[in-house]
């Protein structure tokens, strides 16, 4: 599936503040759905995991459906319905044969504008949600991630698990999730996208008829607090492992950094998915000290993180740690050749190209791009600045994510 260069990519803004975005494309495919700018660090103290909650129960009834006849809406024409929560954002969307735009857009605005909340379906879903806990908490080289952004958040909204704990939830009544929706769903905060082949005019029109009865709200936005830049900190915590899980990580900037393609490119090269990075490189295919390592980067409205994973066996820990502290310094001591920087360019360019593929990847990153920038995104601007990157401004970037500057995880 790609997007045809002679067809449209689209923005509209209903009169309510709703925007749109349509990317058409030759596909036998569509997606739609919603993006909207609600996760959870907006979930209030005492009420940790209502993000999340109010995505899984806006399923469960509607002031025109039951909770089954929201589940066969879509699958009843080879469709699927689903959604997710993070840190900053809600997606809810479809995926569907063509010719069934109308009967998901007017599904997902039921969803978002009319859910009722049962308590009856609360209550089971409460059950669903501990069991996804319970799970999560079960699996350390999943739960050291949330722990590590605990710590370097500490005292922050961005610090705390999306799923929540057992207490909050408890809290959690069909009104609080009617409050919560009432509050941030709507238009200002929420941008619909479109990938399929209907011309924009019509995924305009079937907007408007279906989402253009949702209120106006002023432009009084939720307020976010940036979080306080914390002390570099070491911490291990002994739950009688057979291996050491570990987090290295680094505060980075926002979203709307100038630089955030170089630490992008700086994350890909030293634990991107590639086999040759080189975390992967100096821990694993050479030494043989890891079972698996990784870096990734999260860039958030007010800040960034950087975060190095690795499991081992734990005699192999400090060596693992030395060689990821010779790394890093390696990256900003020492200007990467041009020849190499153009080949860790063109292979990063590739591993985008490939993504940007994907209809599922180009509807997400539409919706995102619209809430966050107020621009469709474009691969090719993306691919522009990645290839503009200097030696110096890649060792600049990594003079930021030394050790020293480091706060550490393990559980063992």
Known sequence: MTVEPNLPTRLHTLPNGLKIIHLQTASRVSWCGVAVNAGSRDDPAGQYGLAHFVEHTIFKGTQHRRAWHILNRMETVGGELNAYTTKENTIVYAVFPNGHEER??????????????????????????????????????????????????????LGHNILGVESDLDSITSGVCSDYLKRLYVPRNMVLFSVGPERPERIFRLAEKHYGAMRREPDDHHVRTQPQLLPVAHRTVDLGLHQAHTVVGVRLPSMFSDERFSYSLLNNILGGPGMNSLLNLNLRERRGLVYTVESTVAQYTDCGLMQIYFGCDHHHLNKALGIVERTLLSLASQPLSERKLAEYKRQYCGQLLVAADSAEFLAMNAGKSVLYYGRAPHIERTIAQIMSITPDDLVRVAQTITYDRCSTLTFT
């Open 104 to 157: 998901a857009l007017e599904l997902i605005a039921d969803l978002v504008c009319r859910s009722v909340f049962p308590e009856a379906e609360l209550v089971k879903e409460r059950e669903v949600v501990m069991e996804e806990v319970m799970s999560y908490r079960d699996t350390p080289s999943e739960a050291v991630f949330d722990d590590f952004e605990d710590m370097v958040f500490a005292g922050s909204q």
